[in-house]
């Protein structure tokens, strides 16, 4: 089949910013479909017109019902970094499709400020939960950001002040190449109420309090950056277990007995797009993942309540598994090691004699390598300082065959 379906960037200069090609298959179109200013910036003719409906899926079925006739969707600036080609093209085979991108709001915001876009953090808020924006912040960073309406710059630079960020320099891009454009720019903390115009792209450098604690991406948090019952993964042990585990962009972690949710949410900042499912039974548990996600910046991270091995029924197949505790749970281990695909990891740790001896004798099935993780930690006694043990972690790490 020929390509029915075109995706066509614009910018601010509307059809005066496309090409014969774009313009020609906006003519020959039954069906164009975009939000109301896409749509204001082209004439009407005989083509059918559509704005997107909410959910976003109504007008994604409905443009698929239209296939082999020709589809026109108009998208803002370059459609598949964070914009509707990419979700079309989850649905349209690629020689169903033409993609014609114009330059991006990332591209020209980070030629207006002279930053080097592959040194820049880009991500969008638009439709997004705005603790996404606390992963991304440290000091020295240069982020731009695809925002939803004029409000956003100020809770922006408001939420950096909360973090200790109030020293950043906050500029709020509008209306890039077009007779509008125009550049706002102040600190964090001085921002205040200050409305812009709704298309915005806001771009930071991010300056910290000398006050600030830093959290680096790199596992191995800091124990009081979590909160948490006690019921923590030590901070040593947590890095030693992401190791095994391997935090890859895109792949999915089952973090079972999941306590205050450490092992997920550092896995997810580790590597853009890793994906995490917590799953724990106590309510109060819940209440501290669901307090460490939006802190720490992993909003998406999925919780589900439920007692393993139950729990894991209908989940998607993990890339990898960490078992915190419960290793001497009836069938639990036998249940991850069977949900892991080939080439998928386990991680598995043990305090416990008993949980212990279920670990050794599960690693002869799994060819598995055992490690035992014993910290001690310098602390005063008096007005001097010794060795204060943690708790050993005997620990199984194996990759399925």
Request: aromatic share 4%; hydrophobic share 45%.
């Amino acid at each position: 089949m020929s390509r029915w379906l075109s995706v066509i960037g614009l910018t601010e200069r509307g059809l005066d910013g496309l090409t014969d090609e774009a313009r020609g298959l906006i003519d020959r179109a039954e069906l164009i479909v975009g939000g109301e200013r896409h749509l204001a910036l082209v004439p009407a003719g005989k083509a059918e017109r559509q704005t997107w409906q909410s959910p976003l899926r109504l007008t994604i079925e409905e443009i698929l019902r239209w296939r082999g006739r020709p589809v026109v969707v108009l998208a803002s600036g370059d459609p598949m970094w964070f914009g509707v080609g990419v979700t079309l093209a989850r649905r349209v085979a690629q020689e169903e499709m033409l993609v014609l991108p114009q330059v991006s709001a990332f591209t020209l915001a980070a030629a207006r400020l002279g930053w080097s876009l592959s040194d820049t953090d880009c991500f969008t808020l638009h439709g997004r939960p705005l603790d996404l924006l606390n992963g991304s912040v440290f000091p020295g960073a240069r982020l731009l950001m695809l925002t939803d309406d004029g409000a956003a710059p100020a809770l922006i630079a408001r939420r950096l002040t909360e973090l200790g960020y109030g020293a950043s320099r906050v500029v709020a891009l509008e209306h890039m190449d077009g007779p509008a454009e125009a550049a706002i720019e102040n600190q964090a903390a001085d921002w205040g109420d200050r409305q812009t115009a709704d298309l915005n792209t806001v771009a930071v450098e991010c300056r910290a309090e000398p006050s600030v604690a830093v959290t680096a991406r790199t596992p191995g948090l800091p124990d009081d950056a979590f909160a948490h019952d006690g019921q923590l993964t030590k901070r040593e042990i947590r890095a030693a277990a992401l190791a095994k585990l391997m935090p890859l962009p895109g792949a999915l972690l089952w973090d079972v007995g999941a306590g205050c949710g450490s092992i997920a949410i550092e896995w997810m900042r580790a590597a853009r797009g890793a994906r995490a499912i917590a799953i724990e039974n106590e309510v109060e548990r819940i209440a501290l993942i669901e307090t460490n996600m939006r802190t720490l910046g992993v909003p998406k991270l999925q919780i589900v309540k439920g007692k393993a091995p139950a729990a894991l029924d209908g989940l998607a197949q993990p890339t990898a598994i960490f078992l915190g505790g419960g290793v001497s749970t009836a069938g639990l281990i036998e249940r991850c090691w069977a949900a892991l695909p080939s080439g998928g990891r386990l991680v598995a740790h043990a305090v416990t004699v008993e949980s212990e001896a279920r670990l050794a004798g599960f690693r002869a099935i799994c060819e598995g390598e055992l490690t035992r993780i014993a910290i001690q930690r310098a602390e005063p006694v008096g007005p001097h300082l010794a060795w204060r043990p943690l708790m050993p972690v005997t620990q199984l790490s194996a990759v399925k065959p």
